[in-house]
């Protein structure tokens, strides 16, 4: 057993934040430990006003294999597995609710609860060979969290087929169908995520958070509600001094003053 932490943390000057999955001999499969660790991790930059952006990446050769399956059946109990999953889907609804983009940085394999969690990421780099499945099925266990995450980012159709045929799809697949936002070459994986944090962070941090807030409600909702709930956001939003100064430099034609 490694003394090295399940999650490394990262920060940089901007306020980028990189949590990397450390379980690298077990292709980052979310055991307990890892889920706890990722949890405090997201829980602490939730608590950072200085934060401005997270990216989830991963050690070794896989992005995550889903859950520790291997301790899954040490512990073969309804109470046990209630537990484990609605521990799961904690960490997945705190990557939505946080107030900063979460971007998920994947590689090698993401599979079952990996591949959730990169549908749970607000935005998704992954490298060319990456491949993504929910795989369950073919073990007898149908990937229900999974579908929860997948039914909200791909096609219906697609979706149902990736959880009832447990194949693998690739990265220009998964591009194609609304999980990833940017496929690039292994080598160019770092760059391409740096590309993507650029132009969000020098964002006015309000700004973002209200309206990631809001992109989520109102997908949950009827349309009227969503343009209710969207107006006063928006209207909210207005009254920020990093709204009134970017309008009002607009007008001047000038660069706003941050």
Not at 172 to 179: F, T
Not at 192 to 207: D, F, N, S, T
Not at 229 to 239: E, F, G, K, P
Request: charge should be negative; hydrophobic fraction near 50%.
């Amino acid at each position: 057993m490694s003394d090295e932490p399940l999650v490394l943390h990262e920060k940089d000057a901007r306020g980028v934040v990189t949590l990397k999955l450390n379980r690298p001999q077990a292709f980052n499969s979310l055991s307990e430990g890892m889920l706890e660790a990722l949890q405090s991790a997201l829980d602490g930059v939730a608590a950072d006003a200085t934060a401005r952006a997270i990216v989830i990446a991963a050690a070794g050769k896989a992005f995550c294999a889903g859950h520790d399956l291997k301790e899954m059946r040490a512990e073969p109990s309804l109470d046990y597995y209630e537990r484990l999953f609605a521990q799961c889907a904690r960490v997945m609804l705190t990557i939505q609710k946080l107030p900063v983009p979460v971007i998920a940085r994947v590689h090698g394999i993401a599979t079952a609860a990996g591949c959730q969690l990169v549908a749970m990421c607000d935005l998704a780099v992954a490298a060319r060979e990456a491949r993504f499945a929910v795989s369950g099925v073919n073990l007898g266990l149908f990937c229900s969290t999974p579908s929860v995450a997948l039914s909200r980012n791909l096609s219906r159709k697609f979706a149902f087929e990736m959880l009832v045929t447990g194949d693998f799809i690739s990265a220009d697949e998964a591009r194609e169908q609304g999980l990833v936002n940017r496929v690039v070459d292994a080598a160019e994986l770092d760059a391409e995520v740096e590309r993507l944090l650029a132009r969000i962070v020098g964002k006015p941090h309000v700004a973002i958070a209200m309206g990631k807030a809001l992109f989520y409600r109102q997908l949950e909702t009827g349309i009227a509600a969503a343009y209710d709930d969207a107006a006063s956001t928006m209207a909210c939003n207005m009254m920020d001094e990093a709204a009134l100064e970017g309008v009002q430099a607009f007008i001047d034609k000038r660069p706003p003053r941050r």
